[in-house]
């Protein structure tokens, strides 16, 4: 018993009075191999259906602290996948998908070209000056898709089965971007990264605009969320416009593309716009439609669509306060 008192007396000393001096701030442990994900590990969040939409997710930019278990990176990209799943018409369509996360590490931190630096991170994502339409923008690219593609085979070894790869870039700080299948958008940027998988997956435009390119044209004959016409008998969302459920918000608003007049786009408020939690009812169709065609399932309008599509009404929309173009996106189609 003694002992044991001769002990705790010496562990009390030995614990008081050093601290401030012997505890460096900056000090990290070192972490255990197995507390980490490691690189190119592949971890499916739900795999519902062989013919299903395949998205593999995964970031740029997460250094070796960053791929801890519950660690910043599976938290970001769970957080991304979760709010994918909370926006119409994803909500409720898991059963359509397979989503796999791909862990990637990275040695440093940020996005090439930003600050003028060169980062050596694993998916080499790059900024690029951009003069687009008529003002410089610094817009987000995968510098090479071959790097990115290894990667996701990791999870989907058939390329042509992969549907969408989602980015998450760490330290970029910018919007994002869709480079054909990939939707690029720097982390915590929930919105703007549904917003490019809009083009991405479902081959939608943006609809924003800048009233400054007044003498711009803008052809919309190659998307199915903006069109060159506002009449509503003739436009792509016909159908749409005169079915009872969307007749009094669905219609024909000027404005989309990056230019603000002779193209229109089907509501006032949209993701593809900016801003907005919500794909307006065209972009919502489209998506859907897409998400039946990779699945090679029968696709019907009143059955498929409709019958459990939900919407908000023209009179919640109004005019976002909130409206901020995306500024820096542009979607690259193959
Ligand atoms: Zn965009």
């Known amino acids: 018993m003694k002992y044991v008192i001769l002990v705790l007396t010496i562990l009390l000393v030995s614990c008081s009075g050093y601290e401030d001096s012997r505890i460096d701030p900056s000090f990290q442990p070192e972490i255990e191999e197995s507390d980490l994900h490691k690189d190119g590990e592949v971890e ?40 994918l799943f909370t926006i119409p018409p994803f909500k409720g369509r898991e059963q359509f998908f397979n989503v796999h996360i791909v862990y990637t590490e990275s040695q440093e931190t940020g996005v090439d070209g930003f600050n003028d630096t060169t980062y050596d991170t694993a998916l080499d994502l790059r900024l690029s000056e951009n003069n687009f339409f008529n003002a410089p923008r610094a817009i987000v690219f995968v510098n090479d898709e071959e790097v990115v593609y290894k990667y996701a085979e990791r999870a989907v070894p058939a390329r042509e089965n992969i549907h969408l790869i989602m980015i998450v870039s760490k330290g970029s700080f910018i919007n994002g971007a869709a480079n054909g299948i990939m939707a690029i958008a720097s982390e915590n940027n929930l919105e703007t990264m549904v917003h490019e998988v809009g083009h991405a997956l479902g081959g939608l435009a943006d609809e924003y605009f800048f009233e400054e390119n007044r003498d711009e044209n803008y052809d919309a004959s190659f998307v199915n969320n903006l069109d060159n016409t506002n009449d509503l008998t003739a436009i792509k969302w016909n159908y749409i416009a005169a079915h009872p459920n969307y ?53 019907s309008f009143e059955d498929d669509f409709i019958n459990n599509d ?23 189609k193959k």
């Open 44 to 83: 499916t969040l739900f795999a519902n259906n062989s013919k299903g939409v395949n998205i593999v997710i995964m970031g740029d930019g997460f250094v070796r602290n960053d791929l801890q278990i519950n660690g910043a990176y599976e938290q970001e990209v769970k957080e991304q996948i979760d709010f």
């Open 310 to 332: 939900e919407f908000v009404r023209s009179s919640k929309q109004g005019t976002s306060k909130l409206y901020l173009p995306l500024q820096g996106c542009v979607s690259t």
């Open 247 to 299: 007749s009094d918000f669905v219609g024909a608003y000027e404005g989309g593309g990056y230019v603000p007049n002779n193209v229109w786009r089907p509501e006032q408020e949209s993701l593809m716009k900016g801003g907005w939690r919500f794909f307006n009812t065209p972009s919502r169709e489209q998506i859907v439609k897409r998400i039946h065609e990779i699945n090679e399932l029968p696709y």
